[in-house]
Each structure stands twice: as C-alpha cells, then as structure tokens.
C-alpha cells in the first residue's frame, strides 16, 4: 500500500512540474512577448488583459503545490537510491525557481505593472522590463532543468520498485 501511495506522490509531483513547465513556457512564447513589445503601451494593453486573472494569481498556488508535492515525493521516495538524488535536484530547481521570482521579478513586477508610466520614465521602465526578462529566463532554466530531473526520478523510481531485476 505504501508503495503504491508513494508511487502516486512521485508521479504527483511529475504531473504538477510539467503543468508548471508548460505554463512558464506559454508565458515565455506567448505572453511577454506581447506585454513587453512597445513599452510602455503593450504595459498598460497587458494589464487590461489580465483584470481578472495573471501570472501573479496562477503560478504561487502552482509553485508551491510543486515544493509540497516534491518534498512529499521526496520523504516517500527516499529509500529509493537511484532515484533519490534526482528528485532532490528537481525539488532544489523549482526552488531556485521561487527565489529568482520572489528576489528579483517580484519587485519589477511592481515598478511595470503597479507603478508604471504614472511614476517611472519608458527608459526606466524598458531597462526594468529587460531586467525582467533576464530574470524570467534563469527561471525557464531552473524550470526546464527541474522538470528533466524529475522525470529521470519518477523513471529510477519505476524501475526500481515495480521492473523485475534479472540476476545472471
């Protein structure tokens, strides 16, 4: 029972990562570059778009489900030595993931879309978008990486616990 409890939490937290990496991904090849094309007025066009629903209300809830899946996959899967380390690496990803976001887009996102025209210059605004980007692009990394560990994980854990080994 235990085994199969541990399996669904590895998996769990697989499924929540991808959905987090296709997320990031759709933000990165969709999103910005619509909001950041002609700053300051993509900006303001942007913020209309996303009254209702943002980035900023979509991916906390799905980062931290992350972290508390894979530290639940972690302590489950723990005993399993070949897929330990992977999905301790995978877990240690999506939070350099969180940090980057909280330490460096989190203020940005204030000065662009709180702030914006009414109080910071276009050439303030254009640097603190690029900042931004550059940002956003250490946390595609992480998120990529992450993901790709955590998939080796879930594939050492399937192997170990329900393949048959051959002994010669």
């Known amino acids: 029972m235990l085994k199969k409890f541990t399996f669904g939490t590895v998996i769990a937290h697989l499924w929540v990562q991808w959905i987090l990496m296709g997320s990031i991904l759709v933000d990165t090849f969709m999103l910005y570059p619509n909001i950041f094309h002609n700053i300051p007025g993509s900006l303001e066009l ?7 629903a943002s980035p900023h209300t979509y991916f906390p809830p799905l ?17 399993t030595k070949p897929a330990r380390y992977w999905v301790l690496f995978s877990i ?16 940005r996102n204030e000065i662009l879309f709180i702030e914006g025209a009414d109080i910071h210059s276009v050439r303030i605004l254009k640097q603190t978008a690029q900042e931004f980007l550059i940002a956003h692009g250490f946390r595609v990394a992480f998120n990529i990486i992450g993901s790709i560990l955590m998939f080796v994980g879930f594939i050492k854990y399937y192997q170990e616990s329900f393949t048959l080994k051959r002994t010669n």
């Open 46 to 52: 942007g913020m209309e778009f996303m009254a209702v």
């Open 63 to 79: 980062g931290a489900a992350s972290i508390l899946t894979g530290i639940l996959a972690l302590i489950l899967a723990w005993n």
């Open 92 to 107: 240690t990803m999506i939070v350099l993931e969180g940090v980057t976001s909280i330490v460096f887009e989190w203020p």
